[in-house]
């Protein structure tokens, strides 16, 4: 194992942690950092060895899919295939916000990803919004535990667990409230919830609703 590479606080300079983790994320690098729910590993979902690195961190099947944070609807566009005009609608709608929400990809991706589907969101996040218009691109949140077990979100305890298997931690100081984010399927027609988190279900069903008035 060998030790932390870096360590940024990101209330000191936001600006030079974030151009830190995209230098990070283009080299293929893995890092720990806060989003709008829990902290998370993050990394390029199309470098495999970033991939298999986090997998191997979090001691789970590589094959499970992670979620997937993206900077706006532009860039969402590029990786899915939206069938229905309303789930377009929805989505500008209930995003930025902890609700995370699985699409069908496009033949494109579905090649490079080898799977028909993948989970994202556009976090509430500023450190995660600057990073995202910095990268252009997907970036890897996924839980900082090890699998089966609770989720960390203390800076010093995911130092001590975690800090020598990562290139970076970015962490905050400031107080936040840590709940998952709420994921729902919208591969077909209606949405399905597969997890409630902090936002509740029947809210975001007021918005899909609400769109096919």
């Not at 989003?35 to 191997?56: H, K, M, Q, V």
């Not at 975690?162 to 931690?169: E, M, P, R, S």
């Not at 709940?179 to 997890?195: C, G, Q, Y």
Request: hydrophobic letters at 35%; proline letters at 4%.
């Amino acid at each position: 194992m060998k030790e932390v590479i870096q360590k940024h606080n990101i209330d000191e300079n936001l600006n030079r942690a974030v151009d830190q983790a995209a230098k990070l994320f283009f080299n293929g690098g893995v890092f720990i950092y806060p989003t709008d729910t829990i902290y998370g590993f993050g990394g390029n979902p199309f470098n495999e060895s970033a991939l298999r690195r986090i997998s191997e961190i979090k001691k789970r099947d590589e094959w499970k899919r992670y979620i997937h944070l993206v900077g706006n609807i532009e860039i969402l566009l590029k990786y899915v295939d939206i069938k229905y005009e309303h789930h377009y609608d929805f989505l500008l709608k209930i995003w930025p916000n902890p609700v995370s929400v699985i699409l069908k990809v496009n033949a494109q991706t579905k090649k490079i990803y080898k799977s028909d589907t993948m989970s994202f969101r556009i976090p509430n996040n500023k450190f995660c919004l600057k990073l995202l218009e910095n990268i252009k691109m997907p970036l890897i949140s996924t839980s900082v535990n090890h699998s089966g077990q609770e989720p960390l979100n203390s800076p010093d305890v995911i130092l001590q667990e975690f800090g020598k298997d990562v290139d970076a931690v970015f962490y905050s100081e400031k107080k936040s409230f840590f709940v998952s984010s709420t994921i729902i399927d919208l591969s077909s027609e209606k949405p399905v919830l597969i997890r409630e988190g902090k936002i509740k279900f029947k809210e975001i069903l007021k918005h899909f609703e609400n769109g096919d008035e």
